[in-house]
């Protein structure tokens, strides 16, 4: 007998009453609807958000704008002189460059210019970026003079074995009494030329943007008409 009255004990008290069964309900309810409130009221708030919120700046907008400021702070800063010049080298030749160029030492280098003393006159329209960690174009144009004494052969001989068949690039012809070869592609022009001392490699080029493309092949062209050998 007492061991059946322990089981009925332990059978009532796994039995819950409708009364607690409802209560529980009740609260399990009041708890989801406390949960699905406060959770409309964040997406709300995270919607409100976004739409008041600043577009994100670090878009492609960004590097647009840093190369825009990057190139007027070059311009900006790069100062040429304001008087036009003209070089007068030992070797013979002269030229006369405009207004906003100077003269520099070489800029191009190429296999004739080594062991060759090399004058430039330029003009820089964009400087490279003073750090070297930004990226950035240098726009420059210039017309560079490479002089070399001569060697004992003519500049014939010393065309035909440099550039073999491509010789035929280039124009030849003379300019008072001067042997010249001359060729022009695109932006660049070269010009070999030798009189009885020396042997000159005449290197023009332009890189500009396109504004100001135009002005420079003038004036490059106007330097170019200038040079005289001898």
Same mark, same amino acid.
């Given at each position: 007998? &007492?061991?059946?009255?322990? @089981?009925?004990?332990?059978?009532?008290?796994? =039995?819950?009453? #409708?009364?607690?069964?409802?209560?529980?309900?009740?609260?399990?309810?009041? @708890?989801?609807?406390?949960?699905?409130?406060?959770?409309?009221?964040? @997406?709300?708030?995270?919607?409100?958000? $976004?739409?008041?919120?600043?577009?994100?700046?670090?878009?492609?907008?960004?590097?647009?704008?840093? %190369?825009?400021?990057?190139?007027?702070?070059?311009?900006?800063?790069?100062? +040429?002189?304001?008087?036009?010049?003209?070089?007068?080298?030992?070797? /013979?030749?002269?030229?006369?460059?405009?207004? /906003?160029?100077?003269?520099?030492?070489?800029?191009?280098?190429?296999?004739?210019?080594? /062991?060759?003393?090399?004058?430039?006159?330029?003009?820089?329209?964009?400087?490279? #970026?003073?750090? #070297?960690? +930004?990226?950035?174009? *240098?726009?420059? &144009?210039?017309?560079?003079?490479?002089?070399? #004494?001569?060697?004992?052969?003519?500049? =014939?001989?010393? %065309?035909?074995?440099?550039?073999?068949? /491509?010789?035929?690039?280039?124009?030849?012809?003379? $300019? =008072?009494?001067? *042997?010249?070869?001359?060729?022009? &592609?695109?932006?660049? $022009?070269?010009?070999?030329?030798?009189?009885?001392?020396?042997?000159? +490699?005449?290197?023009?080029?332009?890189?500009?943007?396109?504004? @100001?493309?135009?002005?420079?092949?003038?004036?490059?062209?106007?330097?170019?008409?200038?040079?005289?050998?001898?």
């Amino acid at each position: 007998m &007492s061991t059946h009255r322990h @089981l009925h004990h332990r059978g009532g008290a796994q =039995d819950a009453s #409708p009364e607690r069964v409802t209560n529980r309900s009740w609260r399990i309810a009041v @708890l989801l609807g406390l949960a699905l409130i406060l959770s409309a009221c964040a @997406l709300r708030e995270t919607t409100a958000e $976004s739409s008041t919120a600043p577009a994100d700046d670090t878009n492609t907008t960004r590097p647009a704008t840093t %190369m825009t400021s990057t190139t007027m702070t070059s311009r900006t800063t790069t100062t +040429q002189p304001s008087a036009s010049g003209t070089i007068r080298h030992a070797s /013979g030749f002269r030229l006369s460059y405009p207004d /906003g160029w100077h003269e520099t030492g070489i800029v191009i280098s190429t296999e004739f210019a080594t /062991g060759a003393e090399c004058v430039a006159a330029l003009i820089v329209d964009q400087a490279p #970026p003073s750090d #070297p960690a +930004q990226a950035g174009f *240098v726009l420059q &144009s210039g017309v560079q003079v490479c002089a070399k #004494p001569v060697d004992g052969t003519s500049l =014939d001989t010393y %065309m035909e074995s440099v550039y073999g068949t /491509g010789v035929s690039e280039f124009v030849r012809g003379q $300019s =008072d009494g001067v *042997v010249e070869y001359r060729r022009s &592609s695109g932006l660049e $022009s070269h010009i070999f030329a030798q009189t009885d001392s020396y042997r000159f +490699q005449v290197t023009a080029f332009v890189t500009a943007d396109p504004d @100001l493309e135009q002005e420079r092949i003038a004036q490059v062209q106007e330097i170019l008409d200038s040079l005289t050998f001898g």
